[in-house]
């Protein structure tokens, strides 16, 4: 089952900026640490950034300084505001992290992909 939802993805140019959302479903409580993720074409899936449920962060080194994660904890929503684009960051952006549910009167942690953002750069 998907629990989470990337959106906010488009084709920029060199330079420009955009701000990508992940937002879990409403069979989840609450989001804990998440993670952005970057596919490029015919290459592994490799981490961006991370933000703790408390807020520290941590980014990969191909991204300090122009990569911003942050989060809403009340609307359990993820942020990654990407300013200075390059065209080595074409990619499908995905988040992933832990979510925790409800069932039966307990709580519970997942993960779950979503299907991911597309987002391309061109020089």
């Known amino acids: 089952q998907v629990h989470l939802v990337e959106s906010g993805g488009g084709s920029v140019q060199a330079g420009g900026s955009l701000r990508l959302s992940c937002v879990a479903s409403?069979?989840?409580?609450?989001?804990?640490?998440m993670v952005w993720y970057l596919q490029a074409p015919g290459k592994q899936r490799e981490l961006v950034a991370t933000?703790?449920?408390?807020?520290?962060?941590n980014y990969a080194d191909s991204v300090k300084g122009r990569f911003t994660i942050s989060r809403d904890n009340a609307k359990k929503t993820v942020y990654l505001q990407m300013n200075s684009l390059k065209a080595e960051d074409t990619a499908v952006y995905y988040c992933?992290?832990?979510?925790?549910?409800?069932?039966?009167?307990?709580?519970?942690?997942?993960?779950?992909w979503g299907q991911g953002t597309q987002v391309t750069v061109s020089s």
């Open positions: 933000i703790t449920k408390g807020g520290i962060t």
């Open positions: 992933n992290g832990g979510l925790t549910y409800s069932r039966g009167g307990f709580f519970y942690t997942t993960s779950s």
């Open positions: 409403e069979t989840i409580v609450s989001i804990n640490d």
